[in-house]
């Protein structure tokens, strides 16, 4: 069985997996005005799907890096940055140790770079990046990375804002789009009326920016951050004793 996610982004071509994360005055965490962005490739890596058994002693997962799927990915991560006034790229990647996929990943990251000579650009070994995002977000702006480097970094990166019920994410393609929560769906507590919808909403706003609708996203997202600084009405897991659809009135009376 597959993930359906995985299988959605591989069949669609969704080759970018785009994860904002900003925090909200009133929400409580350890940071403030954080703003990055991570732009994870979604199509291939450790998550490429291609594993095989060696009898009963052990299992191989085969990493696939490619040049073009390098190229699109530090791509959109420059022209994100070009067309949203982000002022630098950071090329995430251990090519220190996998010289040859990751080594590929960063040439193909530094070739990009330097055709845009207006944003800055750097690279950074994976954990020294996650090490240095829990000492100074502050210095990170746009981040691009391979597949498995996405998934851990942005998770990482949800705890500095307020938990992964804050973040949303987008997955990207030449012809289509699927918006998600970075969280996944969360059986143990369905049907109980006590999730946080706001990773939900807030990929809804960046669905409704990718068709154009601007005045409806604003709309939304201006809501959120009022019930944010009000700070009253917040579900369990941002402080507060509110259920998902006290959550939801909140936001709707400011709409």
């Known amino acids: ?38 732009v994870r490739e979604n199509t291939e890596g450790l998550y490429s799907g291609i594993e095989h058994k060696i009898g009963d002693y052990g299992a191989e997962t085969i990493k696939i890096i490619t040049k073009p799927a390098c190229e699109r990915i530090c791509e959109f991560a420059f022209n994100y940055a070009k067309d949203n006034n982000r002022k630098k790229v950071t090329g995430v990647h251990k090519a220190n140790i996998m010289k040859l996929s ?3 990943f960063l040439n193909t990251f530094r070739d990009i770079a330097s055709k845009y000579p207006d944003i800055k650009s750097d690279d950074l070994i994976v954990d020294a990046a996650c090490m ?28 500095l804002v307020g938990g992964l019920g804050m973040i949303p ?28 919808p706001t990773a939900i909403i807030q990929s809804s706003v960046m669905m409704l920016r990718y068709l154009g609708e601007q005045e409806a996203a604003a709309k939304i997202e201006n809501a959120l951050v009022k019930v944010f600084e009000k700070g009253e009405n917040l ?21």
């Open 102 to 104: 990751d080594g590929l």
């Open 132 to 159: 240095n995002l829990v000492i100074n977000p502050e210095k990170y702006d746009v981040m691009v990375m391979p597949n498995l480097y996405g998934d851990i970094v942005s998770d990482l990166c949800s705890g």
């Open 1 to 38: 069985f597959k993930s359906v996610n995985v299988k959605l982004r591989q069949t669609l071509d969704l080759y970018v997996n785009l994860r904002p994360v900003k925090s909200f005055k009133g929400i409580k965490s350890r940071y403030e005005d954080i703003d990055l962005v991570i």
């Open 235 to 255: 579900t369990g897991d941002l402080g507060g004793n509110a259920t998902t659809d006290e959550f939801t009135n909140e936001i709707l009376k400011y709409i």
């Open 169 to 196: 994410g987008a997955n990207i393609g030449k012809d289509y789009a699927v918006f998600e929560a970075v969280h996944g769906s969360a059986p143990d507590i369905a049907g109980k009326n006590i999730a946080n």
